[in-house]
């Protein structure tokens, strides 16, 4: 049962990610008002809850041998693969959660928020945004392929 339960968590916190991912990305494309703001505030809040979820059940699944033994994962470059798109996308991440977070304080302090952002690269968020969302549907792919046994790392 145990098993089921971190494949759904794992599924589901994938799907409301890539949701909120884009959601956060059509929020900062068009015209910046604080409601344009706050929609993107209350997707970047999904996509990080659903970043937790996903990652810690995946860890979770990979420790705990669930599906595979963690043998097999690590035996595996199209794990490694998608561990590195991953890494990219934590990456990518960066800049944008620092910037969120500043201006979540700029709004709550009702600071002049429109023209922060107008000036602060809600563009290169949405941008960013819209990268990590192709790299999570890479993912997706991936995961299908590593899930049918593919990419066994020869042994000599």
């Known amino acids: 049962m145990?098993?089921?339960?971190?494949?759904?968590?794992?599924?589901?916190?994938?799907?409301?990610?890539?949701?909120?991912?884009?959601?956060r990305a059509r929020s900062l494309s068009g015209p910046m008002d604080e409601a344009a703001l706050r929609r993107a505030f209350t997707a970047d809040s999904w996509w990080?809850?659903?970043?937790?979820?996903?990652?810690?059940?995946?860890v979770w699944r990979l420790l705990a041998g669930t599906e595979k033994p963690t043998a097999y994962y690590l035996a595996n470059h199209v794990f490694f693969a998608k561990m590195g798109l991953l890494a990219v996308i934590l990456l990518l991440e960066v800049w944008p959660m620092v910037t969120l977070i500043r201006w979540r304080l700029a709004l709550s302090k009702r600071s002049g928020i429109a023209t922060l952002v107008a000036s602060s690269g809600a563009g290169r968020i949405a941008l960013l945004s819209y990268i990590q969302a192709l790299l999570i549907v890479a993912m997706i792919g991936a995961a299908v392929v590593l899930a049918r046994g593919y990419g066994i790392i020869a042994r000599p």
């Open 2 to 23: 145990l098993r089921l339960l971190l494949a759904w968590l794992h599924l589901l916190a994938l799907g409301v990610g890539l949701g909120a991912i884009w959601t």
């Open 48 to 58: 990080g809850l659903s970043a937790v979820l996903w990652i810690g059940t995946g």
